[in-house]
């Protein structure tokens, strides 16, 4: 069974942080790219950040470049993903989705699994 679970989603203002967590667990375990992504209403669902499995091949969407951090810890049968989120704008309201899946040419992550998502509001 497949299982991601996000949690941290919360209200902040401009300017300030939130950490988003995803203990992932069976088969998403496995997989070789974890990694973020959000929708805001009306906007289609698009791409924050990705990370492989030892850690290393981070990326980026520009425009949360130089302010998101994604970071992962594999522990023995699951792992945690983290998005450290600062200098927060109301433009990075949205629902932040876990995702876990492949590299697949022409997109930095192919995602086979998504977790329920949680909502972060920034307000201005």
């Known amino acids: 069974q497949v299982q991601l679970v996000e949690s941290g989603g919360g209200l902040v203002q401009a300017g300030g942080s939130l950490r988003l967590s995803c203990a992932a667990s069976?088969?998403?375990?496995?997989?070789?790219?974890m990694g973020w992504f959000r929708q805001a209403p009306g906007n289609e669902r698009e791409f924050v950040a990705r990370?492989?499995?030892?850690?290393?091949?981070?990326?980026?969407a520009d425009s949360v470049k130089g302010r998101f951090t994604i970071s992962r810890d594999n522990a023995k049968n699951t792992v945690n993903l983290y998005l450290q989120m600062n200098s927060l704008k109301p433009e990075d309201t949205a629902v932040y989705y876990c995702?876990?899946?492949?590299?697949?040419?022409?997109?930095?992550?192919?995602?086979?699994?998504w977790g329920q998502g949680t909502q972060v509001t920034v307000s201005s």
């Open positions: 995702a876990a899946g492949r590299y697949s040419t022409g997109v930095p992550l192919a995602s086979d699994y």
């Open positions: 069976g088969r998403a375990f496995s997989s070789p790219l």
């Open positions: 990370i492989g499995w030892s850690g290393g091949l981070t990326y980026y």
